[in-house]
């Protein structure tokens, strides 16, 4: 059962095949089965989970008309407020939190009936491509138990490719669904800005947070999609206009007569060889099913690594402020009459890492008088030249593509000790969230050096996410029928999924 699609478990469970309590049940067995070695999650809701489970089979046998995900279990990243479940953001600041209330995103689920297994494991508040930020220690790749599974979203990308949930919910501020998706050998979409609500989600980088899907297939995702998205009044930067029809165009799989932008800036030295060689397969597989290939220039995106880098830091600067040990989690060093300053020196050096304080240095010092200009102020042009690419690009072509990942999913310790190889992890996923448009990545196959997982990204312009569906899927058809079964079906077993 847990081998099934979403799609797949939603017939079953509408059929009368299996009910959503054994399709629960089966999740955590096999959450106590694997995730000692995966530690996709920071904490698993069993009891919750199958009482939301045991709700909707009774409302089921009822009658009642339910969401097609209705019973169907999924994986939550630790960004999302839920109420009365402990929510830390992968940081021990946040240790001991829980909210008073539900993220928008976490409401739409339970609005749904979707069956919430548990929290998962992320970069200490989304800062990180690896997931060996977290504050409560890595997330393992289930393709390769000494690698990381990309992230911040590593957790919930984990979780997904290793049969623990069938779909996921990530966030991505830089590229931390998309890139784990590609580094899991999953599907992840990070949503146009402003497409789902950032009420709940814990911010980072509030011109760039955007909550998305994680599927093992591009239609579920879709189905995952269709439940987040929507205008939330809740959220000043929600958009108001109707959710993208991505579920019809997931299945129409169209691709004929497409023009599909090939991003010059976004290939080439420094991107691994079995990467390229499956981005390019899959250019001639959309070629063969009728698209119109083409190359288009974005010379701005020299820049967008350097300005993203600016542009977070500052605004996680201001953000991360709230975490003063009066309001939230930990607090230490309150004693003998400390002062509430001291106090909040103490809470601050002992609950956050050090990646996070990097970040918070860089953007205290960015947005500082005498740097701003230089600094903060530049990265907002670069922004904007960006921004100009994206829509020169667009008159040429319906989507624009590149490979998700310039590499595939690198050791745990590789990269944690050099920030800055880190950080090219997301040079190509990044421009994206810098002009707020949407993006996918879906799997393109094994690269023949490493046998890892590669992912192919698709992006489109803002609240046209139904294109990224329309191509992808049509993309992963044609390579479901190549490789006769889908990518995630090669991963090794982990203890045996039944
Ligand atoms: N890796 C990028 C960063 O560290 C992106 C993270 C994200 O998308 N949340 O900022």
């Known amino acids: 059962m847990i081998k099934k699609t979403a799609a797949q478990m939603s017939a079953s469970l509408t059929s009368g095949e299996t009910t959503s309590v054994a399709l629960t049940q089966s999740h955590l067995d096999r959450i106590n089965e694997v995730d000692s070695k995966v530690k996709a999650f920071l904490h698993v809701d069993g009891e919750n989970a199958l009482a939301q489970a045991a709700k909707v089979d009774a ?36 240790q001991g939190w829980k909210p008073p209330y539900d993220s928008t995103v976490v409401s739409k689920l339970k609005q749904a009936g979707i069956v919430i297994l548990g929290k998962t494991n992320m970069d200490e508040f989304a800062m990180g491509s690896s997931t060996e930020n977290s504050g409560y220690g890595p997330t393992f790749n289930p393709w390769d138990l000494t690698r990381t599974p990309g ?47 950032r009420y709940g989600l814990i911010a980072y980088s509030s011109s760039l947070d955007q909550a998305g899907p994680f599927g093992r297939t591009v239609l579920d995702t879709a189905m995952l999609h269709e439940v987040m998205a929507g205008h939330d009044p809740k959220d000043a930067t929600s958009i108001n206009a109707a959710v993208p029809n991505v579920v019809s165009a997931a299945r129409s799989a169209d691709v004929k007569g497409k023009k599909i932008g090939v991003i010059k800036q976004l290939q080439g030295s420094g991107y691994q060889a079995g990467v390229l060689a499956r981005f390019n397969e899959s250019l001639d597989l959309l070629a ?73 240095i860089l953007g205290t010092y960015a947005l500082s008088s005498g740097y701003y200009d230089a600094y903060y102020g530049s990265a907002q042009k670069i922004r904007t030249l960006i921004i100009e690419d994206y829509k020169k690009a667009f008159t040429q072509a319906d989507v624009l593509v590149s490979p998700t990942s310039p590499i595939t999913a690198f050791k745990i310790g590789e990269k944690s000790e050099d920030p800055i190889a880190m950080y090219l992890a997301d040079v190509a996923t990044i421009p994206v969230n810098l002009a707020g448009i949407c993006g996918m990545s879906l799997p393109a196959g094994l690269a023949d050096e490493d046998g890892l997982p590669v992912g ?43």
């Open 59 to 94: 409302e089921r046998a009822a009658g009642k008309k339910l969401h097609p995900l209705a019973g169907v279990p999924l994986a939550l990243k630790d960004v999302l407020a839920q109420e009365g479940v402990p929510t830390t953001a992968g940081s021990k600041i946040l």
């Open 151 to 197: 992230g911040s979203s590593g957790g919930s990308a984990a979780a997904v490719s290793a049969f623990e949930a069938p779909i996921a919910v990530g966030s991505d501020t830089g590229g931390s669904i998309r890139q784990p998706a590609a580094l899991t050998g999953i599907v992840g979409v990070r949503p146009t800005y402003g497409a789902v609500s």
């Open 288 to 360: 063969s099913l009728g698209a119109e290939i083409v190359e288009v220039d974005c010379p701005s995106f020299e820049f967008a690594l350097a300005a993203y880098y600016l542009i977070a830091p500052s605004e996680c600067s201001s953000n991360l402020a709230r975490f003063d040990a009066m309001r939230y989690g930990l607090r230490t060093g309150d004693d003998n009459g400390a002062s509430a300053e001291s106090v909040m020196n103490a809470t601050r050096e002992a609950g956050f890492g050090r990646e996070v304080k990097r970040r918070i």
């Open 456 to 498: 192919f990204q698709i992006m489109a312009p803002a609240m046209q996410d139904q294109r990224l569906y329309e191509v992808g899927s049509a993309l992963e058809a044609a390579l479901v029928s190549k490789w006769g079964g889908h990518l995630i079906d090669q991963v090794p077993a982990l203890g045996g999924a039944k």
